[in-house]
């Protein structure tokens, strides 16, 4: 009777300890995916036009939603985001690939507009997501909160290399600055090449939030913080 006692004893030890294993194997995977880096996050500012935006980078193997953009972003492959006021056809608000647009068409490589500098940190899924909440909930712009202000708020959202938003371009480039930005003449950021098929305006906030296509080519005369 007591070998069956210790037989019994010992398969049940021999099941929670195994048992235990799958658990623990199960919550290392677990933490791995979600330290596992899916895209990166870029703050750029361009002097000659006080312009600032974000552009995300899909570095994993698999497509990644951007926001609201209506597409998935395949593996190496990028979305800019920002928002303007006073040069777009459609009004001021968020938009997708408008920066991305501008510069390929607009800045040819001679062009002194042609650069400028940005900042990056790496971004997991769950980053991401929360990446993603703040540019479905960032659809406004003012003279006072500009593209800086927007962009920032979508940056500080994930810590690391916090930037103060202070309103005048000036102070935003001087943060960048203090913080090693890199120009883009001598990095590895090469922001996508869109067509006008991928040229968006984000429409309503959050749960509402949808988009419809808009025309990047600026018209009237740009305010602060807006081309």
Same mark, same amino acid.
């Given at each position: 009777?007591?070998?069956?006692k210790r ?5 049940l030890? #021999?099941t ?5 294993c799958?658990?623990a &194997?199960?919550a290392?995977?677990?933490?791995a ?13 361009? !002097?000659s036009t ?5 552009y995300?980078?899909?570095l &994993? ?6 926001g609201?953009y209506?597409y998935m972003?395949?593996?190496g &492959? ?5 928002? $303007? ?10 938009y997708y =690939?408008?920066?991305a647009?501008?510069y ?8 002194p507009?042609?650069?400028?500098? $940005?900042?990056?940190?790496d971004?997991? !899924?769950?980053d991401?997501?929360?990446?993603n909440?703040? /540019?479905?909930? &960032?659809n406004?712009?003012?003279? /006072?909160?500009?593209?800086a202000?927007? !962009?920032?708020? /979508?940056?500080?959202?994930?810590? %690391? ?10 102070? /935003?480039e001087?943060?960048? !600055?203090?913080? %090693? #930005?890199? =120009? =883009?003449?001598d990095?590895?950021?090469k922001?996508?090449?869109?067509t006008?098929?991928?040229?968006y ?7 509402s ?7 990047p080519?600026?018209i ?8």
């Amino acid at each position: 009777m007591k070998k069956i006692k210790r037989i019994i004893a010992i398969l049940l030890t #021999a099941t929670i300890l195994f048992g235990t294993c799958i658990i623990a &194997s199960a919550a290392d995977e677990g933490t791995a995916n979600n330290t596992e880096v899916v895209a990166r996050m870029y703050l750029c500012h361009k !002097a000659s036009t006080d312009h600032t935006w974000i552009y995300i980078e899909n570095l &994993s193997s698999k497509s990644i939603q951007v926001g609201a953009y209506p597409y998935m972003v395949p593996k190496g &492959s990028g979305v800019s985001v920002g928002t $303007y006021g006073t040069t777009v056809e459609d009004g001021p608000g968020l938009y997708y =690939n408008f920066e991305a647009w501008r510069y390929r068409y607009l800045d040819p490589v001679n062009n002194p507009d042609h650069k400028f500098v $940005y900042l990056y940190k790496d971004l997991t !899924a769950d980053d991401l997501v929360k990446v993603n909440n703040m /540019i479905v909930n &960032s659809n406004r712009w003012s003279k /006072i909160l500009n593209c800086a202000y927007t !962009a920032l708020r /979508i940056w500080n959202k994930i810590p %690391g290399q916090k930037v103060i938003y202070l309103y005048f371009p000036f102070l /935003i480039e001087l943060q960048l !600055a203090f913080k %090693g #930005a890199i =120009n =883009n003449i001598d990095g590895d950021l090469k922001m996508i090449v869109p067509t006008l098929n991928q040229t968006y305006k984000q429409i309503d906030l959050g749960d509402s939030v949808t988009t419809q296509l808009s025309n990047p080519t600026p018209i009237g005369e740009p305010s602060n913080g807006d081309e």
